[in-house]
Nanobody
Framework: QVLLSESGGGSVQAGGSLKLTCAAS????????MAWFRQAPGKEREFVAHIRTSGGSTHYADSVKGRFTISRSRSLTTVYLQMNSLKPEDTAVYYC????????????WGQGTQVTVSS
């Protein structure tokens, strides 16, 4: 069983930066990929970025490309999301997610951390 715990959210002015952390406990080596999603008030949850466990390849949503960077620790137990040049439209609850090997989608989720960007 894998548990995910996010931290690092907060309030920042437009143009500022935040770094989110997702700490995984349990059998993290059985993961295929880890990702960040976000959900703004009144909107559906949307993909932000992911990083594959094997090889470390990354992929980003167009809306954050060039501003956000996903990375992971060597132990594969922690995933980070460095967010720069933040915009008010980045305001959302950010969720960490893990796709287990053999799973067809992200099947393990954290509780979320709030990011608020003021203009």
């Amino acid at each position: 069983q894998v548990l995910l715990s996010e931290s690092g959210g907060g309030s920042v002015q437009a143009g500022g930066s935040l770094k989110l952390t997702c700490a995984a406990s349990g059998r993290t080596l059985s993961s295929y990929a880890m990702a960040w999603f976000r959900q703004a008030p009144g909107k559906e949850r949307e993909f932000v970025a992911h990083i594959r466990t094997s090889g470390g390849s990354t992929h980003y949503a167009d809306s954050v490309k060039g501003r956000f960077t996903i990375s992971r620790s060597r132990s594969l137990t922690t995933v980070y999301l460095q967010m720069n040049s933040l915009k008010p439209e980045d305001t959302a609850v950010y969720y960490c997610a893990l796709q287990s090997v053999g799973a067809s989608s992200y099947n393990i989720w954290g509780q979320g951390t709030q990011v608020t960007v003021s203009s």
